[in-house]
């Protein structure tokens, strides 16, 4: 093998001038378009509204909404308000956080089926008010078991997802 040519760079010619150089910062904004769809599902949750749709084609209502209906492909612009409450369709308890970090206590992302939504058809969240242990939380938390929404006041909403703080349990 050949080497390849060219002359090695010190620290000190990157550091000290010997060396042309160039640096910055990436300002790295961006914007996302919500879409009719889950536009119309964000101003609901401002309003402390879960909105679903129905399909005209195959009559499922779905959460999160969409455009159209991904199994019949049928247009979808019939919009439903859903209840705030549902049933836990799988969990998970995480003592890490989304930057790797460690978590004291647990927190308990969940797949929250929607009453009022088609079998199998739910949103992702976290469940709140459930302990700090981890004997705690698995001796209350289980697949099937029911669950509420815990709103932000209306003044704190802003059309996101976090408008809901999370999900407590029911009965």
Request: with cysteine; hydrophobic share 40%.
């Amino acid at each position: 093998m050949r080497p390849l040519a060219g002359t090695s760079l010190s620290d000190q010619a990157l550091t000290q001038g010997e060396a042309l150089t160039t640096s910055w910062r990436v300002k790295a904004e961006y914007a996302w378009d919500t879409g009719a769809a889950v536009g119309k599902f964000l101003a609901g949750l401002k309003e402390g509204k879960v909105l679903g749709v129905q399909c005209s084609g195959c009559e499922r209502t779905l959460i999160p909404p969409r455009a159209f209906c991904e199994l019949c492909f049928a247009p979808i612009d019939r919009w439903v308000e859903l209840s705030g409450t549902g049933v836990i369709n799988t969990f998970s308890v995480s003592f890490v956080n989304w930057d790797a970090t460690r978590r004291d206590t647990p927190e308990i992302p969940a797949v929250i089926e929607i009453d009022g939504a088609s079998p199998g058809l739910g949103i992702l969240h976290v469940l709140g008010e459930v302990g700090e242990d981890l004997p705690t939380v698995l001796s209350k938390v289980a697949i099937g078991k029911r669950v509420q929404a815990v709103w932000k006041p209306q003044s704190e909403r802003e059309g996101a997802i976090t408008d809901i703080r999370y999900f407590k349990l029911v009965g």
